[in-house]
Each structure stands twice: as C-alpha cells, then as structure tokens.
C-alpha cells in the first residue's frame, strides 16, 4: 500500500439531466439529478482507495454547508481529509448539463487557485497534481527528489509541472506536432513518460521515440525505481 497525496479540487457536482440538446435561446426541460461527490480529488482519489491505498486529499472548501457536506461524503469514501483547508466564503456547486446524448456542459463560478496551506513535504510515496495556476510549481518541484510525482496536463497548457509522469488527453495537445518535446517543456528534464488518454482508443505512454500501449509496463515499474532512489 502506498500514500498518496493528491493536490486536487474538491467539488459539489450538480446534475441536471436534459431532455435534448443545448442551443442557445432555447428552452429545455431538466431532471434535477441531485448533487454528487466529484472533482479531482474525489474522482481519482476513490479509485486509489478501493486499490488498497492510503488516499490524502489536499484542497480548499468554504466554510459552508456545502463544505461540510463535501467533507462528510469524502470521508465515507474512506479519503483522509486532514489537509483540506476551510476559508471563510461559499464553496459553490458545478452545474453539470448532461443531454440525451451524454455531452456535458460544466457550469462553475469562478474560483482563485489558492494553495492549501501546511502541505506536507514527508512521508508520501506519490504526489498527483490536477491543480490550477502557478502557485503549486514550487512545491512540486521540491516534492520530486522525495516522492514519484504525477501531474495532471495544465489548462492552456502554458503552466509549468514539475513531475516524473504528465498525463494529457490527446485533445488537450491540439496542434501540438511533437507531444514529447512539449510536454518536457513543461515538466522539465526529469519526465519519465507521458501518458495521452485517447478516449475509447485507450492510452499510450511515450518516452522520445519510444510508445508504450500497456501502461503498468510503465507506470508499476518507474514508480518503483523512483522510490527505490530516494
């Protein structure tokens, strides 16, 4: 069993089920779904729990109802959420639009990408990042000679990620014409492998030229080296 940190958003899901499409001006009827546990944190993080893991969630909720609520569902899924970080104002729900045909579209208000304050700097085998903005860089590139750190693909793909292994959705690169070059650029020399999900297609790791189909190939055994360094 490992520990792992996940630096990542914790959010309130609201879904609303649409009877057809949306299109602008028009006017549709919904099916209020209720709320639900989502986010990073909770969508990566619960997997990791039922895989055995020691799963800490690092995040800031308001100090609401709505976090309350969140806190309470994360814990029943077993997440230790000692390192989420409570601030004085509303945490806010994200309005997800869900069609007939499955589209979404995510509704949420706008946010500053704070730091959780006291992360923690020992005792994790694994750090995951799916966090906005600047701020986490420091921390990330301080993390990287005492933990195996993944981090999800940046929005816009312009913010730095210091880690061992990015992971992008081959939409996300766009015309990106050499994914391996751009994803050094952003996360420094020290990357391992990137991992592009391809949808129903799967996923593919690439280190230079080289691709790889079956990820615990990958994955299990940079983990293990990069642990077995420190």
Same mark, same amino acid.
């Given at each position: 069993?490992?520990?792992?940190?996940?630096?990542?958003? =914790?959010?309130?899901?609201?879904?609303?089920?649409?009877?057809?499409?949306?299109?602008?001006?028009?006017?549709?009827?919904?099916?209020?779904?209720?709320?639900?546990?989502? &986010?990073?944190?909770?969508? $990566?993080?619960?997997?990791?729990?039922?895989?055995?893991?020691?799963?800490?969630?690092? !995040? %800031?909720?308001?100090?609401?109802?709505?976090?309350?609520?969140?806190? /309470?569902?994360? @814990? !029943?899924?077993?997440?230790?959420?000692?390192?989420?970080?409570?601030?004085?104002?509303?945490?806010?729900?994200?309005?997800?639009?869900?069609?007939?045909?499955?589209? %979404? $579209?995510?509704?949420?208000?706008?946010?500053?990408?704070?730091?959780? &304050?006291?992360?923690?700097?020992?005792?994790? *085998?694994?750090?995951?990042?799916?966090?906005?903005? $600047?701020?986490?860089?420091?921390?990330?590139?301080?993390?990287? @000679? +005492?933990?195996?750190?993944?981090?999800?693909?940046? +929005?816009?793909?312009?913010?730095?990620?210091?880690?061992?292994?990015?992971?992008? !959705?081959?939409?996300?690169?766009? /015309?990106? !014409? *050499?994914?391996?070059?751009? @994803?050094?650029?952003?996360? &420094?020399?020290?990357?391992?492998?990137?991992?592009? $999900? /391809?949808? +129903?297609?799967? @996923?593919?790791?690439?280190?230079?030229? /080289?691709?790889?189909?079956?990820?615990?190939?990958?994955?299990?055994?940079?983990?293990?080296?990069? =642990?077995?360094?420190?």
């Amino acid at each position: 069993m490992s520990r792992i940190l996940l630096l990542a958003n =914790l959010n309130c899901d609201h879904v609303l089920s649409l009877a057809e499409p949306l299109v602008a001006g028009a006017r549709l009827q919904y099916v209020d779904q209720g709320r639900r546990l989502g &986010g990073g944190a909770a969508n $990566t993080g619960i997997g990791l729990v039922w895989a055995g893991h020691e799963v800490i969630i690092a !995040s %800031r909720v308001g100090l609401d109802d709505t976090g309350d609520w969140l806190l /309470e569902q994360a @814990a !029943s899924y077993g997440l230790d959420c000692s390192h989420v970080e409570r601030f004085g104002g509303e945490t806010g729900e994200l309005l997800v639009l869900v069609d007939a045909t499955g589209e %979404r $579209t995510i509704l949420r208000r706008p946010r500053r990408p704070d730091l959780p &304050g006291d992360l923690p700097t020992e005792g994790v *085998d694994c750090l995951y990042v799916n966090y906005p903005g $600047t701020a986490i860089v420091g921390y990330m590139r301080q993390m990287l @000679a +005492k933990s195996f750190v993944v981090a999800q693909y940046p +929005k816009g793909g312009q913010a730095r990620r210091p880690c061992h292994v990015l992971v992008a !959705s081959r939409s996300d690169l766009g /015309e990106v !014409s *050499d994914p391996w070059q751009h @994803a050094r650029q952003l996360a &420094g020399d020290q990357l391992e492998w990137l991992v592009l $999900t /391809e949808g +129903k297609a799967g @996923a593919v790791a690439i280190h230079g030229e /080289e691709q790889v189909l079956s990820l615990d190939q990958i994955l299990i055994p940079c983990a293990i080296r990069s =642990l077995a360094a420190r």
